[in-house]
């Protein structure tokens, strides 16, 4: 394939790793990562699927015996979005950590309707579609999120 029909698809990392590797993209982006910005990570990527702020919550409240307000995680969501290792799925207000967090890059999210798990990818075409429609029409991109909802491979086999 040429490198701009190129896509990423890759399974989900180790979640010590994924979690250590955005904890450190953080910090040289300039972030200060407490430990409960760091449990958030490690709870989403420990995660079969998005999560909601208010079942993050309840989990961490217990896993760090401490209770924890619906305030304080979603600015902590919004803090790990707004650093780009953290993506929220809108039509789910749910969230799930990052594939590429590395890069800026158009988060393109598969929603399974069916068993809820999500996957991304990363294509550079289709950013690259997105971009140039953008500067025709004059338009900044803020955020990038792309969501398409569906069943998954497992739910279709499933349902055979």
Known sequence: MPKSD???IKPRKD?????EAAVALCRVRGAQITPLREAVLTVLWSATGPIGAYELRDT???Q?????????IYRTLDFLCDYG???RIESRNAYVACEHPQHDHACILF?????GTS????????????TADAETLGFTIGKRVV?????????????R
Do not use: F, P
């Open 119 to 130: 996957s991304e990818i990363e294509n550079e075409r289709l950013q690259g579609l997105l």
């Open 15 to 19: 979640g010590a790793e994924a979690v």
């Open 64 to 72: 760090l015996a401490r209770k924890i307000s619906a305030s304080t």
């Open 85 to 87: 290792v953290v993506s």
């Open 60 to 62: 961490l409240s217990e």
């Open 147 to 159: 969501e398409l909802s569906g069943s998954c491979a497992e739910c279709r086999e499933a349902a």
């Open 111 to 115: 929603v399974c309707d069916d068993c």
């Open 6 to 8: 190129q896509r990423t």
